[in-house]
C-alpha cells in the first residue's frame, strides 16, 4: 500500500508507473535520471496541493496499483486517459 510518506525514490522502485502518474498530476519526481528526494506528501505540497488533493493523490495511485498487481490493467497507459487533475 502506498502511503503520503512513501519516499519519492522507494515509489518509483517499487511502482514505476508512479512517475507518468506523478508527472500527469504536475509533481515531477524524477530529475537527471535521478529521483526527487523526499516523500510523496512533501513533493505534492511543494506544488501546492492542499491534504485533501494529497489524500486523493494517494487513493488513486493505490487504485492504479491494486488494478495493475490483479491483472485489471496491462499498462497504466489503460488508466492514464482517464486520471483528473487533482489540484
Not at 519519492?8 to 509533481?27: D, Q, S, T, W
Request: glycine letters at 6%.
Amino acid at each position: 500500500m502506498i502511503t503520503k510518506t512513501i519516499e519519492i525514490e522507494e515509489l518509483i522502485r517499487k511502482f514505476p508507473f508512479a512517475v507518468k502518474f506523478l508527472m500527469e498530476k504536475g509533481i515531477r519526481c524524477i530529475a537527471c535520471g535521478e529521483p526527487i528526494w523526499g516523500t510523496l506528501e512533501e513533493a505534492a505540497i511543494e506544488k501546492g496541493f492542499t491534504l485533501d488533493a494529497i489524500d486523493r493523490l494517494v487513493d488513486e495511485i493505490n487504485q492504479i496499483a491494486k488494478q495493475m498487481e490483479e491483472g485489471i490493467l496491462a499498462t497504466e497507459q489503460q488508466f492514464f486517459p482517464k486520471s483528473l487533475p487533482l489540484s
